[in-house]
Nanobody, 127 residues
Framework: QVEFLESGGGSVQAGGSLRISCAAS????????MGWFRQAPGKEREGVVL????????FVADSVKGRFTISQDNAKDTLSVQMNSLKPEDSAVYYC????????????????????WGQGTQVTVSS
């Protein structure tokens, strides 16, 4: 059974930093891809970052490129995102997710191809 333990998030002023982490269990990471999505009120779920099958490839959304950095701790099966230079528009609930689909399907970060989801963690950036 795939399970996620999300941590981090919180509230920060614009320009500040936060780190969110997702500890995963119940699957072989080289067969799964893990990523983070976010969803703000009234908006569609947006793919933020993706680590494809243990790190073969990565995806970082243009909206966060240069500000968000992916890292993984193989020993703890944890995917983290260091979020710097945060903006009010980064405010959202951030969800950890996993997929077994190949790169061609998930490179666009279509949520329909991610079957496993965490509970979400709130990130609030005030101006």
């Amino acid at each position: 059974q795939v399970e996620f333990l999300e941590s981090g998030g919180g509230s920060v002023q614009a320009g500040g930093s936060l780190r969110i982490s997702c500890a995963a269990s119940g699957f072989r990471k080289n067969l799964y891809s893990m990523g983070w999505f976010r969803q703000a009120p009234g908006k569609e779920r947006e793919g933020v970052v993706l680590l494809y099958r243990g790190g073969i490839r990565t995806f970082v959304a243009d909206s966060v490129k240069g500000r968000f950095t992916i890292s993984q701790d193989n020993a703890k099966d944890t995917l983290s995102v260091q979020m710097n230079s945060l903006k009010p528009e980064d405010s959202a609930v951030y969800y950890c997710a996993a997929s077994t689909w190949t790169w061609d399907y998930i490179a666009t970060m279509n949520p329909d191809y991610f079957a496993y989801w965490g509970q979400g963690t709130q990130v609030t950036v005030s101006s």
